[in-house]
């Protein structure tokens, strides 16, 4: 059984930074595409950034672009994701997400992409 277990959420000031990471057990790591997506008061989930397999390509939501570093150890079967310059319009909670699609070259945007996700972690951020 797949497991996602993502941390680091909290609540940091606008300008601030979080590392949020997602382990994932009980699957092969290295096959799996991974992505980032989060879910704020109010809204429909949206996508914010994806890794391919093998580290490349790499992709990311215009609003978060520039700001946020997407990576992965596949050694450690993590993926994390580094926000910096956070602003209020970034809380959210925080899903991973993987993608065991073999025939899918790269990592995909698109949520339905993904066959598992985790629990989500809470990303606050106040002006």
């Known amino acids: 059984q797949v497991q996602l277990v993502e941390s680091g959420g909290g609540l940091v000031q606008a300008g601030g930074s979080l590392r949020l990471s997602c382990v994932v057990s009980?699957?092969?790591?290295?096959?799996?595409?991974m992505g980032w997506f989060r879910q704020g008061p109010g809204k429909e989930r949206e996508f914010v950034a994806a890794?391919?397999?093998?580290?490349?390509?790499?992709y990311y939501a215009d609003a978060v672009k520039g700001r946020f570093t997407v990576s992965r150890d596949n050694a450690k079967n993590t993926v994390h994701l580094q926000m910096n310059s956070l602003k209020p319009e970034d809380t959210a909670v925080y899903y991973c997400?993987?993608?065991?699609?073999?025939?899918?070259?790269?990592?995909?945007?698109?949520?339905?992409?993904?066959?598992?996700w985790g629990q989500g972690t809470q990303v606050t951020v106040s002006s």
């Open positions: 997400a993987a993608d065991r699609t073999l025939s899918r070259a790269s990592a995909s945007a698109a949520a339905p992409a993904y066959d598992y």
């Open positions: 009980g699957g092969t790591f290295s096959i799996y595409h």
């Open positions: 890794i391919s397999r093998v580290g490349r390509p790499i």
